[in-house]
């Protein structure tokens, strides 16, 4: 009895042999340990849908859904109404996906859902201030990305600045509108500027002693000259009255400085660009002394002056610009400069003085037409300083008063003029252009010996003379 499970068991094996369902020496897959793994739903088969914060998308299936797989419910939810119709509903910002399975456990759909902002109010914004532009918005996690093409820098600025109001971040907002025949603009700013300035120093030094006897009374009176902040070098007249010596000091200065700078400057439209002639100077810092070999550096920082120019143009159409303009020319001067006096070592001192800079700087946003001028920023002032220095009481007396007083006296004006022209420029040859040394050449050494020329040719052989009458179109080539 105990071998008929056995003859059973041979029967079948070799009935299974004999149909073919398994090869001789072939183990069954469940006893060879590796089941085969398969991917039943992934995103390479999902359909992709972006949707608004709050929004909503009603989704048929063909098969009646058995199983819903949402990966993160906390950024869309899927709500299953009928056998065959979902809802997706956007939850937050962020991305996940969505699988639906039938009763076979067999994948009926997937979707890729991006959660982003909802930009129908956006849409329908740029849409009604530019109607004939084609602009698309699209959202990306918590930002916008803006798409499209536009005839002029101004519809792109002006859809940038609608989302950046909806985002209330403008880093949220990425502008790659594509701007077609932008305009090149050209800048010419004028900065004029008239100083006159006048001083007049007088006093009188007293030196010497009064007395009678034992009585004598000694006295010393020199003048200070503080309202110009230093004492010039005046004409002195000295005279000697017995015991008293007494010098006239009198200077009277008056001058003029007239200043003009003119930078040109062309830039792309909606691009900056900046324009700087001057230089730098240095102005010492902190030391930095290493203990170990007891040397001392010191740091040294750079400070640019002369004239700079930076300005943003963004043309708005029928030749009108609007320009964001800053403008400065400034100086090194030795008033108010700064003087340092430093120990070397040894009992030695090094003096350093820092100049100061005189700054005429404006800066603005205004709108003009192309070839139009107008003054950006202007300046007038009149300044006056007057001080009489003295002994108390003797400067009151009138007349004889003079000689225990002196007079300082200063007055400045400044009249200030910034003007801004911008032109729509566009490319030309190069030889329709010229450079102030064309035409140059330097003179022979008998020529600049003997003659004291310093150039043997200055301008092109066979142009017409400067000095004459030219009639035709000259200039910049401008729309």
């Known amino acids: 009895m105990a071998n008929v499970p056995l003859i059973r068991t041979m029967l079948i094996a070799a009935m299974i042999f004999a149909f073919g369902l398994i090869a001789p020496g072939q183990t069954p897959a469940a006893e060879q340990g590796t089941p085969t793994i398969q991917l039943v739903a992934g995103d390479s088969t999902s359909r992709f849908i972006p949707l608004g914060v709050g929004k909503s998308v009603v989704i048929d299936l063909p098969r009646d859904i058995k199983d819903v797989l949402v990966a993160d419910p906390t950024i869309a939810n899927a709500v299953v109404r009928t056998a065959r119709r979902a809802y997706i509903i956007g939850v937050k910002f962020g991305q996940t996906n969505v699988f639906f399975f039938d009763a076979d456990g067999q994948q009926i759909g997937g979707l890729d859902i991006a959660v982003t902002r909802n930009l129908n109010g956006l849409r329908a914004a740029i849409k009604q201030a530019l109607p004939h532009a084609d602009i698309q918005a699209e959202g990306l996690g918590e930002g916008v990305v803006l798409l499209g093409n536009v005839s002029n820098p101004i519809e792109s600025q002006t859809a940038f600045d609608i989302a950046s109001r909806l985002v209330d971040d403008p880093k949220k907002v990425v502008n790659s509108i594509n701007v077609h025949g932008r305009d090149q603009v050209m800048l010419k700013v004028t900065v004029a500027e008239m100083q006159r300035e006048i001083i007049k120093q007088l006093g009188i030094d007293l030196s010497g002693s009064l007395g009678t006897g034992a009585t004598v009374v000694n006295f010393n009176s020199t003048n200070t000259f503080t309202a110009f902040g230093q004492t010039l070098t005046p004409s002195n007249f000295t005279g000697t009255w017995k015991s008293v010596n007494a010098t006239l000091r009198a200077m009277e200065r008056a001058g003029v400085v007239r200043t003009l700078a003119e930078p040109t400057l062309s830039a792309i439209s909606g691009e900056s660009a900046n324009f700087l002639v001057g230089g730098e100077f240095p102005i010492p810092g902190n030391y930095t002394c290493d203990p170990q ?120 004006a400044t009249e200030l003029a910034v003007i801004v022209t911008p032109y729509v420029v566009r490319a030309v040859a190069q030889k329709q252009l010229s450079r102030p040394d064309d035409g140059f050449a330097d003179a022979s050494d008998p020529g600049t010996v003997l003659l004291g020329r310093l150039n043997r040719i200055y301008g092109v052989a066979g142009k017409v003379d400067p000095k004459r009458t030219y009639n035709g179109n000259y200039g910049f080539i401008l729309d």
């Open 293 to 412: 070999t007891r040397s001392c550096q010191i740091s040294v920082q750079w400070k640019k002056f002369g004239v700079g120019l930076n300005f943003t143009p963004v043309v708005l159409g029928e030749g009108r610009i609007s320009l964001k303009v800053m403008s400065e020319v400034s100086e090194l001067s030795n008033e108010n400069s700064l003087v340092l006096t430093q120990s070397i070592g040894n009992g030695q001192t090094q003096t350093l003085t820092i100049p100061s800079i005189k700054t005429r700087r404006a800066e603005t946003t205004l709108e003009i037409p192309s070839g139009g001028s107008l003054a950006m920023a202007g300046l007038i002032q009149d300044q006056t300083k007057q001080q009489i220095n003295g002994i108390p009481g003797a400067m009151q007396v009138p007349i004889l008063g003079a000689l225990f007083k002196s007079r300082d006296y200063v007055n400045r």
